[in-house]
Structures are given as C-alpha cells and as structure tokens.
C-alpha cells in the first residue's frame, strides 16, 4: 500500500497485483482517515463505490442530497463542480468500469445512472450487504479485489452485451479522444444518426456528442494535470482555442484549468489508476468486422478494451 500526499490530503491507496479478467475493469482500493470536500471531477468511467470500514463515505451531490456509504454513478458524475465526497476512517474499493462494461454488469440501464447517483442497495439489493461484509472479513486487499472480481464476473456472465454497434462507437470516441464525428460513427456502424443516437444513449448513459466531449475533457484534464500548460493542452486535444479548453472545463469540473491541474481527485490516478486507457495514446486500428460484417470491438468480440 502506497501512502498519496497532496497538500492537505494524505490517503493510502492499494492497487491489485493482477488485472481484472475482464476488459473494462479497473479497480484500486483506498483508507482515507480524514476526506473534507473533495471536488469529484468528471470522468468518462462508471464509478462503482464498495464500501466496507467503520466510517462512511458521504457524497454530497446537490437536489439529492447526500449519499452514504456504497453506491454507483453514471459517467460525467460531478458535472458543473458541486459534487463532494467526505467522510471518516474509510475504507473502499472503488471500480471503474467501462460504460459498455458496466451495461452487461450493472443490471441496469445506464441511461438512468448517466451523472445521477444510485444506493448500491437499491440496485443489488441483499447483494450488497453480503459484498459489504466479505470485504470487511477478508484479510488483505488482493483478496479484496479478487472477492470484487469475483462478483463481477459472475455477474457479467449473467448479464446482457450492449450492442456490438454500440461497443464499436465506444471505443472509436476513446480511441480518437472524442474527436471523430457522430456522423462518422454512424457511417462506420451502418446506422443512421438518430438509430446510433438512440442506441448509444440507452446503453451507454450519454449521447455520443456529450460522451465525445467528456472523453476530450479527461484526456485533457490530465495533460494539465501533467503539467502542460493549458494553451498547449487547447491545442494538443483538438479545442478551438484556449478560450474554448476553459468552457469545458468550467462546465465539467466548475473550475479553472489550473485549478483542475492540482485536484486530488485527479492527481492520485498515476497511484490508483496507473495506465489509464483515456489517457494512452491513440490508436486506431481500423474497423473490426465480426462474421456477417457486424462491426465489433477492437479485439473482435465486442468487448471494449480501452477504459482506465
């Protein structure tokens, strides 16, 4: 376990030896003494948040009001800058999951998860009680996040695939870091505008201009993050101009670009998240096609290989 000091914040944070046996899975676990008001910066990733110490994590997300303890939320969750975690003596694992992943698993649509967030127990019911306490009475964290990836993918095998059109775009908008065109995508996949738009929006939880937007807005949160300077970032991840990079980031994290470079949530990622998908570079392989010509993912199989 590696302790993240920034500032006033001091976590230690646990990464699993292993990868997930599934594509679009990242998982890192952390204990958190003391979390005051930790601005959650908006990410093009499913949060699934498994919660089992003493203490509750509490997340302040506006008209909701707070949420304690386990739960999920859709991606781009803490749009426009009001959303805040806090908490004492926590102790979680947090997964990420890849919005065409996190379909097949959730058991729900992701439509209803897009920035919103959902009680763990609402979702999962009983299910979540016992993941609460097998976290709890495990011995140490890889056997945490093998419990965790246990239950997913049991539960991935339960569940239903996004359309492999769908996956297709998915991992076009990650590949290309948000800048291909909707019309694009719908050319590639055989679809029209309104079909992929539709589909895309019911599956994945976002339109695709909005998910192409928010992709853009990670990769290049963390190029300043990285120290870039943010005429160099407006430039580098396809911005009008600078002026521009500021109007995504304000709408996305409520902050400005030097603001965004120094928070937490964002700076621990190099400890939790190391070899982000979002953030590696670009590769774009081409089309693949399943048998039939059906467009699948980038492996052949419809699976998206490229969330961080």
């Given amino acids: 376990m590696r302790t993240f ?3 006033a914040a001091t976590w230690d944070v646990e990464g699993p030896r292993r990868p997930s046996r599934m594509a679009g899975v990242t998982m890192a676990g952390f204990r958190i003494r003391g979390l005051e008001a930790l601005r959650i910066v908006p990410h ?3 949060t699934l948040l498994l919660d089992f110490g003493d203490g509750w994590p509490v997340l302040d997300c506006g008209p909701g009001g ?7 939320a859709g991606p781009g969750l803490g749009s426009g800058g009001e959303t805040r975690a806090r908490g004492e003596n926590i102790e979680c694992v947090q997964v990420r999951l890849s919005p065409v992943t996190a379909h097949t698993i959730l058991g729900a649509s992701s439509a209803d ?3 919103a967030v959902v009680p763990l127990g ?3 019911g009983r299910e979540a009680s016992r993941i609460r306490e097998q976290l709890g009475d495990a011995p140490s964290w890889q056997e945490r996040f093998a419990l965790t990836d246990a239950l997913l993918a049991r539960r991935h095998r339960a569940g239903r695939p996004v359309d492999p059109e769908v996956a297709w775009a998915w991992h076009r908008l990650v590949g290309t870091r948000g800048l291909v065109r909707v019309d694009a995508l719908a ?3 055989g679809w029209s505008r309104k079909r992929l738009w539709s589909r895309f929006r019911s599956q994945v939880g ?9 992709v853009r807005f990670d990769h290049a949160a963390h190029r300043l993050v990285a120290g870039d300077s943010a005429a160099q970032v407006a430039t580098d991840t396809g911005y009008a101009d600078q002026s521009h990079l500021h109007r995504d980031v304000a709408a996305f994290a409520g902050a400005t670009p030097a603001t965004v470079a120094g928070e937490p949530f964002l700076v621990v990622d190099d400890i939790a998240w190391p070899g982000r998908g979002t953030t590696a570079p670009a590769v774009d392989r081409g089309p693949v096609r399943g048998p039939g010509g059906v467009l699948v993912g980038k492996d052949g199989d419809g699976a998206d290989r490229s969330t961080r």
């Fill in 206 to 214: 976002l339109p695709p201009k909005h998910a192409a937007k928010l």
């Fill in 122 to 124: 609402d979702l999962w």
């Fill in 66 to 72: 707070p949420q304690r303890g386990s739960f999920v």
């Fill in 44 to 46: 093009p990733a499913v």
């Fill in 113 to 115: 998860l897009a920035g």
């Fill in 5 to 7: 000091v920034h500032g």
């Fill in 187 to 189: 050319a590639e996949v």
